[in-house]
């Protein structure tokens, strides 16, 4: 088991820059594949990014140039650079922890694919 943390949200400018960091405890970090997902009032969390194991990392549409998805085993945290930012960034952002490494491109943007969670934290982008 894991537990998740999130910092590093506020409110910024469009076109500003924030990094979001998800600080992990509990079971070795390394082992799990690690992704962001955000949620906007009324609308459904949607995948943002993921890194894997390996450090390969995939990213959702809406994000890919302007966000960068990192992770850092001796520190046991993982890390979302946002540049370029956009008031549709404006969300919840969620880290998750997927214990299993063999996954199918097609699933990792599935929420029920993480068994481990954090408390969010707020990205508000104002025009």
């Known amino acids: 088991q894991v537990q998740l943390v999130e910092s590093g949200g506020g409110l910024v400018q469009a076109g500003g820059s924030l990094r979001l960091s998800c600080a992990a405890s509990?079971?070795?970090?390394?082992?799990?594949?690690m992704g962001w997902f955000r949620q906007a009032p009324g609308k459904e969390r949607e995948f943002v990014a993921r890194i894997a194991r390996s450090y390969s990392s995939t990213y959702a549409d809406s994000v890919k140039g302007r966000f960068t998805i990192t992770r850092d085993n001796a520190k046991n945290t993982l890390y979302l650079q946002m540049n370029s930012l956009k008031p549709e960034d404006t969300a919840v952002y969620y880290c998750?922890?997927?214990?299993?490494?063999?996954?199918?491109?097609?699933?990792?943007?599935?929420?029920?694919?993480?068994?481990?969670w954090g408390q969010g934290t707020q990205v508000t982008v104002s025009s």
């Open positions: 998750a922890a997927d214990p299993n490494p063999m996954r199918l491109l097609a699933s990792i943007r599935y929420t029920t694919t993480y068994d481990y």
């Open positions: 509990g079971r070795a970090f390394s082992a799990y594949a």
